[in-house]
């Protein structure tokens, strides 16, 4: 049982390159999100996706957008990189009051 | 909108002492409570939660966390700590207005634990 599986797990963009983030759970949850994580901040909700078929913002969405395929998977972009998008990114998913399952993490850094 | 305060940004303790990681939260309606833990590198993972019932909540690891609605506190505790225990602690609040179980996370606590 795989839970939540993030790709890639590390990453250096340039500036104003684009990329997305990938995010896949197996265990039949509704609700994903996206979180980033900076020193001393926290974890932040970008985006999140209550159930298949709708999204909506979180607390910084600016720069980013999201897709949600299909109920497995769950994906980030980024459509021009700013170094203040460093960050590690994690994706998670829920189903009802049980609590979240994370991935492991992408590094992002921007250059 | 509901907030969640780590006063602690780091607390040092010796292996086998006790430790409390305080949190407290804000808002203006029911809440759900989480306390999670994040080795290095790693994401995190439910030390356990809080969504009815009896005050005390017993996790993973040996920790416990009480939930007091007068103090909006939701501290997490452990009667001795290993060494294995080093890690950030974060408590979480949760936020079910618009779908989804939205967390909204404090800034984190780390937990030294040394010989």
């Known amino acids: 049982n795989a839970g939540v599986t993030q790709t890639p797990k590390f990453q250096v963009l340039k500036t104003g390159q684009s990329m997305t983030l990938q995010c896949a759970q197996d265990?039949?949850?509704?609700?994903m999100y996206w979180y980033r994580q900076d020193p001393g901040m926290g974890l932040r909700l970008i985006y999140y996706?209550?159930?298949?078929?709708?999204?909506d913002k979180g607390e910084v969405p600016n720069g980013y957008n999201v897709s949600r395929l299909n109920k497995r998977e769950f994906s980030l972009r980024l459509e021009s990189a700013a170094p203040s998008q460093t960050s590690v990114y994690f994706c998670?998913?829920?189903?009802?009051?049980?609590?979240?399952?994370f991935g492991s993490g992408t590094r992002l850094t921007v250059v | 909108a509901q907030s969640v305060t780590q006063l602690d940004s780091q607390v040092p303790v010796f292996e086998e002492a006790p430790v409390e990681l305080r949190c407290n939260y804000s808002?203006?309606?029911?809440?759900?409570l989480f306390w999670y833990v994040q080795y290095p590198n790693q994401g995190l993972q439910l030390l356990l939660k809080?969504?009815?019932?009896?005050?005390l909540v017993k996790g993973i690891n040996g920790f416990e966390a009480e939930f007091n609605k007068s103090q909006t506190s939701f501290h997490l505790r452990k009667p001795s700590v290993h060494i294995s225990d080093t890690a950030e602690y974060f408590c979480?609040?949760?936020?079910?207005?618009?779908?989804?179980?939205?967390?909204?996370f404090g800034t984190g606590t780390q937990l030294k634990v040394e010989l």
């Open positions: 979480a609040v949760s936020d079910r207005t618009g779908g989804g179980n939205k967390l909204t």
């Open positions: 265990m039949n949850h509704n609700s």
């Open positions: 998670a998913s829920s189903l009802g009051d049980s609590g979240y399952t």
């Open positions: 809080y969504l009815s019932g009896s005050t």
């Open positions: 808002s203006s309606v029911s809440v759900y």
């Open positions: 996706s209550a159930s298949e078929g709708t999204t």
